[in-house]
Nanobody
Framework: QVRLVESGGGLVQAGDSLRLSCAAS????????MGWFRQAPGKAREFVAA????????YYADSVKGRFTVSGDNAMNTIYLQMNSLKPEDTAVYYC?????????????????WGQGTQVTVSS
């Protein structure tokens, strides 16, 4: 069984930074792609960023490219989402997820395990 626990969300002002963490435990070796998604009220869940643990390749949504950075610790049991220059439109519940090695990282349906989510609120 795989368990994901996010932390680091909060209330910040526009232009501030936050770092989200996602701690993974259990049989994570079979799910080497780690992704971040977000869901704002009344909107569908959307892709934010992902990292393939096999080669360290990273992927970003256009809306966060240049502002957000995804990274992992050496064992890749914890991944981070560094969010800089936050905007009110970044307000959402942020989820981390684990998925298989070969799959389109932007599709939430390809991920097998999900965390409970952490709220990020950016005030203007």
């Amino acid at each position: 069984q795989v368990r994901l626990v996010e932390s680091g969300g909060g209330l910040v002002q526009a232009g501030d930074s936050l770092r989200l963490s996602c701690a993974a435990s259990g049989r994570t070796f079979s799910t080497p792609t780690m992704g971040w998604f977000r869901q704002a009220p009344g909107k569908a869940r959307e892709f934010v960023a992902a990292m393939r643990r096999i080669n360290g390749n990273t992927y970003y949504a256009d809306s966060v490219k240049g502002r957000f950075t995804v990274s992992g610790d050496n064992a890749m049991n914890t991944i981070y989402l560094q969010m800089n220059s936050l905007k009110p439109e970044d307000t959402a519940v942020y989820y981390c997820a684990l998925g298989p090695a070969i799959m389109p990282v932007t599709n939430s349906k390809n991920y097998d395990y999900w965390g409970q989510g952490t709220q990020v609120t950016v005030s203007s």
